[in-house]
């Protein structure tokens, strides 16, 4: 079983930068993809982008292309989110979680963080 734990988040004036962290442990977690999703009050959960921790591979939602970047620290067993360039509309409860598929709906998700509040303040 994989286990994930989210940290970093806070509050942050638009235009700033945030980085965000997923301490991911447990079995073969280096066979599962770790994704990044957020969900705003009121809102569905959304998919920021996806890690294939094996490969480094990335892919990531069109709203977030060019400001935000996933990657990993094999050494950490961690993964990264770092957010530039974010706006108030970045405001969410931010989750990390794991499949062994790298997709972007979150229905495929069985694994994750407990979530970590980022707020930009405008």
């Known amino acids: 079983q994989v286990q994930l734990v989210e940290s970093g988040g806070g509050l942050v004036q638009a235009g700033g930068s945030l980085r965000l962290s997923c301490a991911v442990s447990g079995r073969a977690f280096s066979m599962y993809a770790i994704s990044w999703f957020r969900q705003a009050p009121g809102e569905e959960r959304e998919f920021v982008g996806s890690?294939?921790?094996?490969?480094?591979?990335?892919s990531y939602a069109d709203s977030v292309k060019g400001r935000f970047t996933i990657s990993r620290d094999n050494s950490k067993n961690t993964v990264y989110l770092q957010m530039n360039s974010v706006n108030p509309e970045d405001t969410a409860v931010y989750y990390c979680?794991?499949?062994?598929?790298?997709?972007?709906?979150?229905?495929?998700?069985?694994?994750w963080g407990q979530g970590t509040q980022v707020t930009v303040s405008s």
């Open positions: 979680a794991a499949s062994r598929l790298m997709t972007a709906i979150s229905a495929n998700y069985n694994l």
């Open positions: 890690i294939r921790y094996s490969t480094g591979v990335t």
